[in-house]
C-alpha cells in the first residue's frame, strides 16, 4: 500500500445494483488498494430483476447483494427506492442526484451513456448530466454547499453502436484486480446466476455448484472482457506500448464526458495513479 497525497473519490452512478461492479469493478478495487474511496450508487432498487421474485423481497435481496459485494473491499454503497424499469430523469431526481454529488464530493464520477437499450440507463445517464452544471450553481438546492469544480465526468463502456460506438479515453488493465470484480459479480447472485441467463434462455447452462457457476461466470465475463478489449485494440496498444498491449486481454474503459471538468492528460495522470499504466 502506498502512501497518497490526497484522497481520490471515485462515485460509480449505476441504474440497478451490479452495473458498477460490472463495468468498473476492477478500477474500483484499484482504487481501494491505494487507499482512495470508492461508493456504488444505483438509482433503482432493482425491483424488476427477476423472472420468478419482485417487489419488496426482491428489493431487500439485492439491497443484501449489493453490500456483500462491495463491503469486503471498503466500498460503500447506496441503493435508492426509485422502483426499476420506471425511472424518468424528473425534476426531483435530478436534484436528488445534485445534491448527492455535492455531498459526496467525488473527484471523478462515472455513468451509462445516453443512448442505451435500457431506459433506465438513459435515465440515470441523463440525471447525472443535467446535474453537471448545476453542481457548481449556489442558487440551485441551496440547502447542500455548491461545489466550486465539477468533477470529471464519464461513461462506462457499452456495445452501441448509434448514434456513434464507445470511444474510450482511457482503457485500463484490470488484470490485477480481476478476482476481486468476479466475486462481486458472483455476490450478486439473483442476476449472474438466475435473471440474467433466465432473460436470455440460458438458464439450464448454470452449474448448480457454487464453485461450478463463479467458474461458468468468470468464463462468461472473461470472454466479453476480451471482446472489449479487442474492439479497441489499437487504442490499449497507444496507451501501454504495442507489446505489452497486444497481450492486455482485461481491462475497463471509460469515456470523457463534455460536461464534467475536462478529461485530458493532467486529469488522466491524476485520477488514474496506477504505476502499470503506462502511456
Ligand atoms: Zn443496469
Not at 451490479?18 to 433503482?44: C, I, M, Q
Not at 420468478?52 to 466500498?75: N, S, T
Not at 448527492?100 to 433506465?120: A, C, E, G, K
Request: aromatic share 8%; hydrophobic share 35%; proline share 7%.
Amino acid at each position: 500500500m502506498s502512501s497518497i497525497a490526497h484522497n481520490l473519490k471515485l462515485l460509480v452512478v449505476g441504474a440497478h445494483p451490479d452495473d458498477a461492479e460490472y463495468r468498473a469493478g476492477g478500477l474500483a478495487t484499484l482504487y481501494r488498494r491505494l487507499g482512495h474511496s470508492v461508493k456504488f450508487l444505483s438509482v433503482t432498487n432493482g425491483e424488476a430483476g427477476h423472472h420468478r421474485e419482485w417487489g419488496a423481497p426482491l428489493v431487500e435481496r439485492r439491497r443484501e447483494e449489493a453490500r456483500r459485494a462491495a463491503a469486503p473491499f471498503g466500498i460503500e454503497t447506496e441503493v435508492w427506492d426509485n422502483p426499476d424499469g420506471r425511472l424518468v430523469p424528473d425534476l426531483e431526481r435530478r436534484e436528488e442526484m445534485i445534491r448527492s454529488i455535492r455531498v459526496y464530493h467525488p473527484d471523478l464520477v462515472l455513468t451509462h451513456r445516453p443512448n442505451d437499450y435500457h431506459p433506465d440507463h438513459r435515465a440515470t445517464s441523463l440525471l447525472v448530466q443535467d446535474a453537471a452544471y448545476l453542481l457548481t450553481v449556489p442558487a440551485i438546492c441551496p440547502d447542500v454547499p455548491h461545489l466550486r469544480r465539477d468533477p470529471v465526468i464519464a461513461y462506462l463502456s457499452d456495445d452501441f453502436l448509434r448514434p456513434y460506438p464507445f470511444e474510450p479515453t482511457v482503457l485500463l488493465d484490470i488484470s490485477s484486480a480481476w478476482e476481486e470484480k468476479i466475486s462481486m459479480l458472483d455476490s450478486h447472485e439473483s442476476q449472474f446466476y438466475e435473471w440474467l441467463p433466465a432473460n436470455m434462455g440460458r438458464f439450464a447452462d448454470v452449474p448448480e455448484s457454487v464453485e461450478g457457476r463463479r467458474a461458468w461466470l468468470e468464463t462468461r465475463i472473461r470472454d466479453l472482457t476480451r471482446n472489449l478489449a479487442d474492439r479497441h485494440r489499437n487504442a490499449i496498444r497507444a496507451q501501454y506500448g504495442d507489446e505489452h498491449g497486444q497481450a492486455i486481454e482485461l481491462v475497463e474503459a471509460f469515456e470523457g464526458c463534455e460536461y464534467g471538468a475536462p478529461f485530458d492528460e493532467e486529469a488522466i495522470a491524476r485520477l488514474f495513479p496506477f504505476s502499470d499504466r503506462s502511456c
